[in-house]
């Protein structure tokens, strides 16, 4: 704050001569330079540029809007102008300050975000950014550069984008994380520079000008004023302020978000919403009970008489995230047992579901015990395939976009009786479609996630459990209503932003 105050006199006489039209060479280098420098004067400068272009839209005459050497940019206007030029600055300033976007000149887009809001002139439009100045009020964003450079920025936060190898921050906190195909891009700051040379890092400035380096992984190239440039190596972390530059005692990663970090804090609020539903008959979020680690709770609102899962078997371990739970199942008998009360005319399952190997000619990821009318089955084959169906309705085999093994994938199946159609989706995208015409409704009962329990028709009350699923499971849900499309491919975007 101190360099600008120092710089403030200076650049409102330059200021007040480009107004005017007389800049002369040395004094555009040297303005040119000062907006270079803070990104304060750039936003007076832009303030002041908007008012004089509409004083002189309006008035028809370019010399009312000239400012004198000394005055401070006190524009020697009529009260009734000023009072016009204030209201359509009002209503003309969003228009006005948007840049232009077009495939030609954007630098970098928009990958995930949580509770983002940015000051309306300096924002990305659309989830595009171009070269320019951006202040993120609130919430965290993370951009990808063209060149495959990803930055994750949290609030507050001003920085400059100025072109795909370089952006400038002026407050806030940094993190990149920087492929092959981005090596020397550059964040600066006023006392810094730091060129990638393979890694990930992150810078840190605060509101009272002081500055912090992190190397996560790799090096990086150090470029101050006046200085010899300095390498630095994973886990060397640099600090400066008003005593000077100390190094720390280690990075703080922890501090800084990454992309999966948002992508987590966006599909918690997700799922919160998924079990709030009013439709939900069904919410497994696969996170351990602490009093009972063999229950696997419904975590549905509205219910009134929770379907509880029974674990048999299996282990806990991480799932998606490094926060968030799963089931892995692995051994012989390893299964969540439940029953689900009801009939349905239609119901929507989603699932994420990760397959370690395939043990069996078929493996059951979600069946009713037996298989009776109305009962719905959803099995995988030994080549990944979908093997679905329900009694009396339709058995179909979709092979043409297998589930791959050793991958998190998002499954998702509609059905929908009075329309007559059943329609699977992988990843967000429809995969198989049946249309059929029972008369039965949907209805599951006693059901089990991971095997195939069935009954010997002389002895009804054992149960025999084969086809085991071999992998993890970490979300499953089950609604009363048949979602949409988009609806589906919304979950999947949203609990995809793990990797």
Known sequence: MKQIENHQGRFDELLDQYLLGCLTAPDEAEFTELLGLHRELRDRFREATMVDAELRS??????????????????LVIPALAAAVMVMVAGMWWTRMQPKVSPTNVVATLVVSFDDQFANEQMPIEGNFVAGDYHLIAGAVTMRFENGV??????????????AMHMRLDLGRARAIVPESGHGFVISTANMQVEDLGTEFGVVVDEADRSELHVFAGEVQ???????GELLTEDMAIAWDQDGRHALSRTASQGFATRT?????????HSNELRRDPDAVLYFDFEVEPDNDRVL??????TTSPTNGVIRGCYWASGRWPDKGALLLENAGDRVELDIPGSYDAVTMM???????????LQTFFNTNDWQPGEHHWNLMRDGAFRVGVSEGYTITCNESPVPLGRWSHLAAVLDRKLGIATYFLNGNPVASEEWSGSDPIVFGPSTIGAFGSTLDDE???IYYNRELRGRIDELSLFKRAMTEDEIRSSFTIGSMFE
């Open 58 to 75: 309006l008035s028809g005459d370019s010399t009312i809007a000239v400012a004198k050497r000394g005055t401070n940019l006190r524009w």
């Open 351 to 361: 699932a994420w579901i990760q397959v370690n190997r395939f043990d069996n000619a």
């Open 460 to 462: 009804a009350d054992e």
């Open 297 to 302: 709770k419904n975590r549905v609102s509205s």
């Open 222 to 228: 150090l470029h101050q004023k006046g200085q010899p």
């Open 150 to 163: 990803e930055v994750s920025m949290q609030s507050p936060a001003k920085y400059t984008i100025v072109d």
């Open 261 to 269: 970090d948002i992508g987590y804090q966006q599909w918690l609020r």
